[in-house]
């Protein structure tokens, strides 16, 4: 842009190649922001947008923030969605002639934030890239703050599915990506990134440059192309972004998606596991209940197990073992609970050594963390569960950076490296004597004065300072004939003489500029502690991941041990037996002396792969039908699960089809939402599946609902098209009747106690089906109005009595309302005659209020058809 300023021409030629991200220009105390970031930033932060001079005739727009403050409004601008490019200034501006040099060193993205206060502690903050080739597509996803890094392929059509388990905070994605971004559901809009970075060329390069390494043969990527094409961008865009080595991504895992349980974004909702439907938060989840980690980095792991539920037996089984081990010893288990509450997020520690943004107080806690380890390790050196052992095996006490940070940093080092004082007394000798210069300098000048007195004699013999001379020894003229030959003169005065000594001159050295010199050098002492630190970054995630692995483990003996679980025992049959089973977090968060009622199933994939399951509402058949599943689940992440006892078969995919919900932003109805979430299931299960339905068919007309339902029941329970394990709760109880007509189709229903007009909810599970729903009942429950309940109870009469083959249901209901009123009874009518008979066989005593009523209703509609 012609005749604007120079420091403007430099902000525009920075900007021109961040486009799309707000700059965080640096000037002074103050990063500014001009044009139009200036005016985004000022509505999204709430700032005064002012103007500045920039040669033209209009002033730019302009807003900025302090620097010392700038991470809190970065992280709003993060959390709205915003890309933040962060422009320095290289060079001392006091020493600087001219323009001082500026670029920008970092630029921060929701996916790659590293900062404490943007982070989740126990979450990943993921950051996606996605390469689509047909119907397959590439996946990586890295979390820079922790350094994990992972790879894969997928079917297209199981992306959206993926995404929902990863979470990412920002996914970047190459043009077949983003032909598909309608479709995926991502909870983040996808980003396009250069096309060229997406190339398996660019790819290449990109890894084997950062892991240096000769090919992609040694992360297993050669026949993953696509895999190896995702992985390859995300590193160049990291490299992009944050301006540094990232040496803490020290590995590419390949994610086996075969060896976990698959989890639908819709499954992961109604089982509420690591968020709440209502409100999203970790409270009345199973994540809530079974966290019990002593760690960040623990919590993190933990989560990741409910998410990613094992479908290897040996893995499951290795957990369990370690789980039983640590259970079977309290006191053990506390000891380690004690200890690794001391450890500090080292995951994220090491983040910020890569990024050499590590702080003195971010050494204090690295060792802190470091001198639990041999404790630990001494606490789980005799275990004999082979996982334990693989752990202790594997968390290296790297003794070597533990002595270093003792030795090095200053045990209350301030939280700045500018405010002095980060290295501690005693590592480095030449630190150590400028800080006695600088602190002792006037002791020292008192002391040589002292000392120069008495070898002279000359009483009046003074040490003085000035900024022109700096240090000298001023003698009067009384006592020129005393002043020794080694005394240098430096300035004649009117009465006095000046003169300077090497002692003095040395003296000098060490005060002037002791402070500014000694900052100096910690900078560099740090920086060298840095480097070695940087150093150990691939020892020390060992041990992190060794560390979290126990502290999960952790986690879930003290769960079991505290709400009496045990350990399912897992089969490759098909089969779940489960006695007593209970649901975790119901159970929990029943009030004082409330006592929930368990359960029993039996499953298999012959006679009882399908069970149909009646009841009223509120009786507890969702909760029935969760716990089941969250059992299922549970054994397979290596807990032990809320149960008497239970034998869990693997299983690949749990899928649940619960409640209504609408999805209007998309067009779509409640009733379409479930028809979607149906057809989802149907089209992906197995027989090593697990569904739960939760009523099908209930959002559009009774028949039509009943003959999806039926048709659902009959393609789920065939063994030669799906033939998954199925609980299938419904009001539809006709499809009772095909108990006995479907192979593995069961029937089950729950138990209530008719008192009066009131039901007593016995939430247990027996077989057989039920005959009723007892909807009216549980609207009275609700508090509907009496007149409404009564109605209703006399039109449930007449539709229950009335020839509904012949007639619509509204025509029965309003057809007798319209009906003159009968005529009076005579004996000698036949009709009258039947309705005397009934009443002759109808036994009092043994009716309900309810059943009576029902009857009377019957017969008074009899009666009015008699002529």
């Not at 009377?856 to 009899?862: G, T, V, W």
Request: aromatic share 6%; glycine share 6%; proline share 4%.
């Amino acid at each position: 842009m012609a005749n604007v300023t120079p420091m403007m021409q430099q902000y525009l030629d920075v900007k021109e190649r961040y486009p799309g991200m707000l700059l965080f220009f640096r000037l002074g105390d103050f990063y500014e922001m001009f044009y139009d970031d200036a005016v985004t930033a000022s509505r999204e932060l709430e700032l005064t947008l002012t103007g500045k001079d920039c040669g033209l005739k209009e002033r730019a727009p302009m807003c900025g923030v302090p620097y010392h403050a700038a991470e809190t409004y970065i992280n709003r601008l993060i959390e709205k969605g915003y890309k933040v490019a962060i422009c320095e200034q290289l060079e001392d501006p006091a020493l600087c002639k001219g323009l001082v040099k500026r670029d920008v060193i970092r630029v921060v993205t929701p996916g790659t934030v590293i900062e404490q206060s943007m982070l989740h502690e126990r979450q990943n903050s993921y950051i996606l890239s996605l390469c689509v080739d047909g119907r397959r597509a590439g996946v990586a996803f890295a979390d820079v703050s922790t350094g994990e890094f992972f790879t894969y392929e997928a079917e297209t059509a199981r992306l959206a599915d993926e995404l929902a388990r990863i979470l990412p905070r920002e996914i970047i994605a190459d043009e077949g990506a983003m032909a598909l971004s309608e479709r995926l559901g991502a909870q983040v809009p996808l980003s396009p990134y250069a096309q060229s970075a997406f190339k398996l060329s660019s790819a290449k390069e990109a890894l084997t440059g950062h892991f240096q390494v000769a090919s992609l043969d040694v992360f297993g990527l050669r026949e993953m192309k696509l895999a190896a094409r995702a992985a390859g961008a995300l590193m160049r865009y990291l490299g992009d972004t944050q301006k540094n080595a990232l040496e803490h991504i020290t590995s590419l895992r390949i994610y086996h998606r075969e060896q976990y349980m698959a989890l639908d974004r819709t499954a992961r909702r109604n089982l509420e596991l690591t968020d709440s439907i209502r409100g999203g938060s970790r409270q009345g989840t199973l994540l809530g209940l079974l966290d019990k980690t002593a760690t960040s980095m623990g919590g993190r792991m933990l989560r990741s197990w409910i998410e990613q539920p094992l479908c290897v037996k040996e893995g499951i089984e290795e957990r369990q073992d370690a789980v039983a081990e640590l259970q079977g010893d309290p006191i053990l288990a506390q000891s380690l609970f004690e200890e690794l509450r001391g450890v500090y997020d080292i995951e994220r520690l090491l983040s910020r050594i890569s990024y050499k943004s590590i702080n003195a107080r971010d050494c204090l806690a690295l060792l802190a963390s470091l001198s639990r380890i041999p404790a630990v390790r001494d606490l789980v050196a005799e275990r004999t569960s082979p996982l334990l052992r693989t752990l202790y095996t594997q968390m290296d006490p790297v003794e070597d950076v533990r002595a270093l940070l003792e030795r090095a940093i200053n045990p209350d080092a301030p939280l700045l490296l500018s405010d002095g004082l980060i290295i501690r007394d005693g590592y480095s000798e030449e630190l150590d004597r400028l800080r006695r210069a600088s602190t002792e300098g006037k002791q020292w000048v008192a002391d040589l004065e002292a000392r120069e007195r008495e070898a002279t004699g000359i009483k009046n013999l003074r040490i003085r300072y000035n900024k022109v001379f700096g240090y000298y020894i001023e003698v009067t003229r009384s006592n020129y004939d005393q002043v020794p030959y080694r005394y240098t003169r430096k300035q004649t005065l009117a009465n006095s003489e000046r003169f300077v000594t090497p002692e003095l001159h040395e003296l000098e050295e060490q005060i002037l500029g002791a402070e500014e010199r000694s900052l100096r050098l910690e900078q560099q002492l740090f920086s060298e502690i840095r480097e070695k630190l940087s150093a150990a970054i691939e020892r020390m995630q060992q041990t992190a991941l060794s560390l979290k692995t126990l502290d999960a483990l952790l986690s879930l003996a003290l769960a079991a041990a505290q709400y009496g679980y045990v350990r399912p025992q897992i089969m490759e049959d098909g089969e779940i037996e489960i006695l007593e089973g209970r649901h975790p977090v119901v159970e929990q968060s029943l009030s004082a002396g409330g006592q929930f009622v368990p359960n029993d199933t039996h499953m298999d994939v012959t006679n009882n792969r399908m069970l149909i399951i009646t009841g009223p509402n509120m009786a507890g058949k969702s909760t029935y039908m969760r716990q089941v599943a969250l059992i299922t689940l549970m054994a397979h992440m290596g807990s032990f699960v809320p149960a008497q006892s239970a034998k869990i078969s693997l299983t690949d995919r749990i899928f649940t089809r619960v409640g209504a919900s609408d999805d209007l932003a998309s067009g779509q109805s409640t009733f379409m939402v479930e028809m979607n979430e149906m057809a989802h299931i149907l089209m992906n299960a197995t027989p090593r599946s697990l569904v739960i339905l939760d009523e099908i068919g209930r959002g559009t007309s009774t028949f039509d609902g009943l003959s999806i339902a039926w048709a659902v029941v009959e393609y789920l329970a065939n063994p030669e098209i799906i033939g998954a394990k199925t609980l299938f709760a419904t009001h539809y109880h006709e499809l009772s009747e095909l108990e006995g007509h479907l192979p593995g189709v069961v029937n089950f229903r729950v138990s209530v106690k008719e008192h009066g007009e009131d039901v007593i909810f016995l939430r247990k599970i027996v077989p057989g089906g039920a005959d009723k729903s007892f909807g009216i009942h549980v609207a009275r429950l609700a508090g509907m109005p009496r007149p409404v309940v009564m109605r209703a109870h006399e039109i449930l009469a007449r539709l229950e009595t009335r020839d509904k083959g012949q007639l619509s249901i509204g025509q029965n209901i309003i057809g007798a309302q319209a009906e003159e009123k009968p005529a009076q009874l005579t004996l000698f009518d036949s009709g009258a005659m039947d309705i005397v008979e009934e009443l002759k066989g109808i036994d009092v005593m043994a009716l309900t209020p309810i059943d009576a009523m029902n009857v009377l209703f019957r017969l008074r509609e009899q009666a009015r058809r008699v002529k």
